[in-house]
């Protein structure tokens, strides 16, 4: 099983200082999260997608080449690459090169984005969304595994015998996640072709997960890819410890009610009760992860953690990450007990590659 970190690259002012980092800062201190994810053993390092304020990283795969080129382990994805704004030959082409930066330790999670003013930015219509997403990632699974492609769709110009370059890496795509909080349609759309399936779970009650995680599970069996039970399933959490618990609330309370997406509704108490945001002791942490096998309806393959938001100062989310690296110490022998054989591992290009040649 794979732990990590991820993250949306927001620019938000610290409401205990009143203090905000500059976007110079920001780029900085996510390339030293990544890094120090790797030292304290993590074993994926994810940031998002965004083109509007305020957040910084309109360009990931960047951001991932330049840690790509200080780390030697960690894999290297994303917690949104825009599926629908973005032209799929530029996915296929960025993140193919991206690929062989990173010696195949690369991954990526398409999502749909939820920005309304973002789209017409790019020529597209927010009410097209799912057609956008659905479209768009047929094309781009072809320019990954056709060297040249004839194509003709409803939201781009054709192509003619079209090879998208590089190449990926030794013929073998990035391993594709698909992330949604609440699509039932991208869930089906993973579910379809045997891709993992991203669970953001950090806003919505543990129901909610279940349905969704179990209807990908479904349909990835209907689609012969295997059984339900070895669908590929990954979650998110936001994680804030200190080693006293009733630290941990009173340091992370003023960051949630000053929140654009907690602020203003349930209290911390109840929020943490119902959703996936973990505040508490390392120990209170370990027990609420080991619950998430009920949220996804048995084993999974990919937790990720957000760690840095909320104008969270630099210094706390080092700290963060430090104590998580001795947290997922823990988190692994635990997973790993009771989990079935038959229950897959989170695909890699070494697996990927693997499965390939073990083919007749």
């Given at each position: ?14 409401p205990?200082t ?8 920001r ?45 030697n ?5 994303t917690?949104?690459?825009l ?7 530029k ?24 920005t ?22 047929a ?24 090879t ?6 030794e013929?073998?795509?990035p ?8 699509s ?6 993973a ?11 950090v ?12 209807l990908y ?27 006293n ?13 000053n ?5 203003n ?12 945001l ?8 370990i ?5 998430f ?5 048995g084993?999974?393959q990919?937790?990720?953690?957000a ?13 963060q990450?430090?104590?998580l ?9 635990e ?15 070494a ?10």
């Amino acid at each position: 099983m794979q732990f990590g970190i991820f993250g949306v690259g927001d620019v938000s002012v610290d409401p205990t200082t009143g203090r905000q980092d500059s976007e110079y800062d920001r780029i900085k201190a996510v390339l030293e999260y990544a890094e120090l994810a790797e030292q304290v053993g993590l074993d994926v390092f994810a940031i998002g997608e965004h083109h509007n304020p305020p957040f910084m990283p309109s360009s990931p795969t960047t951001l991932l080449g330049h840690v790509a080129a200080r780390t030697n382990r960690i894999v290297l994805s994303t917690s949104t690459t825009l599926i629908t704004t973005n032209d799929p030959v530029k996915i296929a082409e960025d993140y193919a090169m991206l690929q062989h930066v990173a010696d195949g330790r690369v991954d990526l999670m398409m999502g749909r984005g939820n920005t309304g003013p973002v789209y017409p930015w790019f020529g597209k219509d927010i009410r097209d969304g799912i057609a956008l997403a659905v479209e768009n990632y047929a094309l781009l699974r072809r320019l990954w595994r056709e060297d040249a492609v004839d194509w003709e769709g409803r939201f781009r110009t054709p192509l003619q015998s079209f090879t998208s370059t590089p190449r990926p890496l030794e013929g073998i795509p990035p391993f594709v996640w698909h992330g949604s909080i609440r699509s039932p349609e991208i869930a089906e759309q993973a579910a379809y072709y045997g891709d993992g399936f991203f669970q953001n779970n950090v806003l919505w009650p543990k129901e909610h997960v279940q349905r969704m995680v179990g209807l990908y599970r479904r349909r990835y069996e209907h689609y012969g890819h295997g059984p339900a039970d070895q669908a590929i399933v990954g979650l998110g959490a936001q994680l804030f410890m200190r080693t006293n618990s009733q630290d941990a609330l009173r340091e992370f309370r003023p960051y949630f009610d000053n929140s654009p997406a907690w602020g203003n509704g349930p209290s911390l108490e109840e929020t943490a009760a119902r959703t996936a945001l973990l505040v508490g002791s390392p120990q209170q942490v370990i027990e609420r992860t080991l619950e998430f096998r009920e949220h996804a309806d048995g084993d999974y393959q990919r937790q990720l953690f957000a760690v840095d938001a909320l104008g969270l100062p630099r210094s706390t989310v080092l700290e963060q990450i430090d104590m998580l690296g001795e947290v997922v110490q823990v988190l692994r022998k635990e997973f790993e007990v009771g989990r079935p054989a038959r229950v897959p591992e989170a695909p890699t290009h070494a697996s990927l590659k693997a499965a390939r040649e073990a083919r007749p």
